[in-house]
């Protein structure tokens, strides 16, 4: 395999956008392609989940590349559910990686906001299993408030880690001007104080309000390049080590050991094993934080932490922007928000970003290695990535 | 009418599997649907739970109750829950009832009470 370089990278900012979805996927690739200062590509991959069924546009990344200017280069759209981000990422890093291509363009791009909040809801619930989950009512929240209830059980985390990592994320989206969320919270405003339960009520018990990431629309770019190209771009060298991914059931009853997740323990697994590094060796993460349990969750299984004691490290502060291993300094999913087939590759722009050391006010110290981890489906189909900064 | 809810019996290896695959998990080695079908039972315990709040559209009820329950003979369900004050561990009981209407479709499922 050639190695495979990050050459530019783009983003919109994380909130209500009244663009047209193919708008949405191409500014983000306008950007990268002028953060690289380049203007050919060779291929475009278009990460998305919902343009069908939301926003009533099929075959998205044919219109993109034209209104591009790209053609006729190859496009093709990836849908993978919540993962459709960074399976994106790895099907361009396969495509650099073979010889096939020598620059990949990956734009994820999502339009919720079009529909209510129940409706966007009922989208994303379509991913579960049609008859043993769906027709009952099941949706993403409902499933991460059961599987929080087995792990509050199990492993003694409570209601106010949950609102430790909300507080966090909101707090480091502040810093970063691409965020929905601009609204600094306090354990006081919605845990403890007598407004809290009004503030935020269950959504899902006992997940609450402000458990959840909110419904966003929003776009990003990652372009990969080979060696040869990344000689020619005069930005930092930023390396895309390693790529894993793994499943899982389909339907979440099915798994052997209800608090596992064993699709981002292999996932995160193959990520370091390509690289040839190990969890110890990560200086920034961006997990995902579509619910808070996940970020404690995922910290354990890609194997930050042992599993169980997510929460003693979050609660010791070592999570935090200036901890030992700072996550989700972009706010998260929690924060920055969850445009889902857009968040895979908007953890790769954080991620470069930090690397780069170009991240402002939320710019951790000298990040060496990031890792990501994009979360598909509950937890049935996980991609993550390892990036590494290499000399210049 | 007593409806039920059917698992899966892999003919190569025996494993039980709900809900339907193609190919046995344990084994792999089916032809073409090569399983019986075998009712789940319809009592076990409840393994976890939850109360929703954020319906979609089609569910005309301000809150409903989902959970997980293990059955007697091992195999899990997802199910709706209609139990005032769950509990995990508890003892449930489960009856096949109309659990989602579309505007063309009744859908069936398990749901689970006290018991
Ligand atoms: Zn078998």
């Known amino acids: ?392 | 009418m007593i409806r039920d809810i059917y698992a899966y019996r892999c003919r190569k290896c025996g494993r039980l599997h709900y809900p339907f695959r193609m190919v046995c998990k344990e084994c792999r080695q089916n032809d073409f649907f090569d399983f019986d079908l075998v009712p789940l039972p319809k009592t076990g315990k409840l393994l976890t739970f939850t109360k929703v709040y954020n319906l979609p559209a089609e569910f005309e009820v301000p809150t409903l109750g989902l959970g997980i329950v293990e059955l007697e003979n091992g195999l899990r369900i997802t199910g709706q829950l209609e139990v005032d004050d769950p509990r995990i561990g508890m003892a449930v009981r489960g009856e096949v009832k109309p659990v989602r209407k579309s505007a063309y479709d009744t859908f069936y499922g398990m749901v689970f009470r006290a018991g």
């Open chain 1, 1 to 392: 395999m050639r190695d495979v370089y990050v050459g530019g990278i783009g983003i919109t900012t994380f909130t209500r956008l009244e663009y047209p979805l193919s708008e949405i996927a191409a500014y983000p690739a306008m950007m990268a392609l002028k953060d690289a200062g380049i203007r050919d590509v060779d291929h475009l991959y278009v990460a998305n989940m919902g343009s069908a069924r939301v926003n009533h546009q099929t075959a998205l990344a044919s219109a993109v590349v034209d209104s591009l200017s790209l053609t006729p280069a190859g496009a093709a759209v990836i849908e993978n559910g919540p993962a459709s981000g960074a399976s994106a990422l790895k099907a361009g890093f396969a495509a650099v990686a073979s010889g096939l291509h020598d620059v990949v363009l990956v734009s994820g791009a999502e339009r919720m906001r079009e529909v209510n909040n129940l409706e966007a809801t009922d989208f994303v619930a379509t991913l579960t299993h049609p008859l043993a989950e769906y027709i009952y009512g099941v949706t993403l929240p409902s499933h991460a408030a059961m599987f929080t209830r087995l792990y509050m059980e199990k492993y003694g985390l409570t209601e106010r880690h949950l609102a430790m990592v909300a507080v966090k994320n909101q707090n480091n989206a502040m810093l970063n001007e691409f965020a929905h969320l601009h609204q600094p919270i306090t354990i006081e405003g919605i845990l403890d104080s007598p407004e809290a339960m009004t503030n935020n009520p269950y959504v899902a018990e006992p997940l609450r309000f402000f458990d959840a990431c909110p419904v966003s629309d929003g776009g990003a770019a990652v372009i990969l390049v080979s060696d040869d190209v990344a000689k020619t771009i005069d930005r930092p060298l930023i390396r895309l080590a390693g790529v894993g991914q793994a499943t899982d059931t389909h339907a979440v009853h099915e798994r052997e050991e209800p608090t596992d997740l064993l699709a981002v323990r292999r996932a995160a697994a193959q990520s370091f094993e390509m690289a040839g590094l190990r969890p110890e060796d990560v200086d920034v993460a961006e997990l995902h934080d579509a619910f808070t349990i996940l970020e404690i969750v995922e910290s354990e299984e890609v194997g930050f932490f042992p599993k169980g004691e997510g929460h003693v490290a979050l609660e010791k502060g070592e999570t935090a922007i200036d901890g030992s291993l700072p996550i989700n300094p972009s706010g998260g999913l929690k924060g920055k928000g969850h445009p889902v087939g857009a968040t895979g590759v908007a953890q790769a722009h954080e991620i470069v970003t930090q690397l780069r050391g170009e991240a402002g006010d939320r710019q951790v110290d000298g990040p060496q290695v990031g890792f990501t981890c994009n979360f598909g489906g509950f937890g049935n189909n996980v991609v993550c990535l390892t990036f590494v900064r290499e000399g210049r």
